[in-house]
């Protein structure tokens, strides 16, 4: 992470394969997606929570209480923002990508 302001690198963190990033709506935390792996980390960039995954990650979107949902090939999943906590809302048939998530 970078600060424009002051020119200098606030914190870093390695990744290998980093495919897309997530930032909730409120920038406190982030979700980076790699070839295998879901990896929910603060601003600070230290790691929160994380998944590897066997299916082809095909996209994310955060809900209005900040959890992750994601699509698999086969899967729609969601994550916590803390507690470790991941799961499972449905097997499908075709591959779906999300761009927005809304519970009832």
Known sequence: MYDLSAR???FEVQMPEIKRIYWTPNFTHLTVITKASI???NKNLQIVNSQKETSKIK???FDESNSFVYSTSTHL????LEGKTT????SIDQPVYLTFFLRN
Do not use: A, D, N, R
Request: charged share 20%.
């Open 77 to 80: 999943k969601y994550m916590f």
């Open 87 to 90: 799961g499972t809302f449905k």
């Open 8 to 10: 200098k690198v606030l």
């Open 39 to 41: 990896i929910i980390l």
């Open 59 to 61: 996209s994310g979107c």
